[in-house]
């Protein structure tokens, strides 16, 4: 009687419903997956403590101490991209900078094509500040203050070397300017190299490919001066040396954090033409 009823309450004709005969398994495999949420969970709580009290185990910034490297710890932001076809100048409010005039950092690829052509006067290649004159011809009298004296941070090439000065204003006594200068000596033709500089309220700091090239201590302030942040003019660009993945942070970086980002791909190599006459 009691099969008959089944059969007329859960099935049609001959056939009827069929109870789940895999209960429990399914309560067996959602067991074991408690069990493993469970583990993990502790041993993810572990793990933190053993971080915080003894070791560090995550790597919560680039260069970082730590074994296991957190994703999304990168806060630097990306511009003038080796894809781009145009380099175009950033504003305070795109980057991470800001307003800030002090205690950022920055990295900016460099591959330098032909260090003897635009040799009339020094060759910006990265500027913060206002925009390097226009219209003007520069000669060998000309220094870095005549072409721009409105700049917080400026990157150039000597006017004739391959020397990559680093230059920083600061405020003397009776609101003289004083330039903070770090100079790259011979930075190698037709060799892509990462240049990294941290500035902070006291110090600049200048690495080359990850590595501390030179530091430079000062007494004065930084001079409070920000504004747009421009790339090489054209005719740099195309004739003498090249700029791309300018990375920015807006605090300080330190030493193992430049030495994570190490050197950089290298560009094409664009054939030098022989300068000497015959």
Known sequence: MESVLNRVRYGLGDGYYNYPTDTGVNSGVIQYLYYFLALTLIILLVLVLVHFTLTPIFI????GKGIVPLPGTDDSKVYWKRSETALVPLTDVETPLGTSFENYS????????????????????????TETKKGVTFTAQDTILTMNDQFNLILYLDRITNDLNVTLQTMG?????????????NIPAGRTVRIGVMVGSRVLEVYVNG???RSKAFTNSVRSVVG????????????????????????PLSPSEFRAYGSPDPYDRKE????CAS
């Open 60 to 63: 919560t910034r680039p260069g």
């Open 106 to 129: 920055m990295m900016l690829d460099i591959q330098i094509d032909n260090p003897t052509t635009n040799t009339d006067a020094p060759r910006v290649l990265f500027t913060r500040g």
């Open 173 to 185: 006594s009776g609101s003289t300017v004083v330039l903070e200068n770090i100079t790259v000596p």
């Open 211 to 213: 590595y501390l090239a």
């Open 228 to 251: 747009n942040i421009y790339p090489p003019e054209d005719k740099i660009l195309s004739s003498t040396a090249r700029v791309s993945n300018l990375r920015l942070w807006g605090r």
């Open 272 to 275: 030098m033409p022989d300068s």
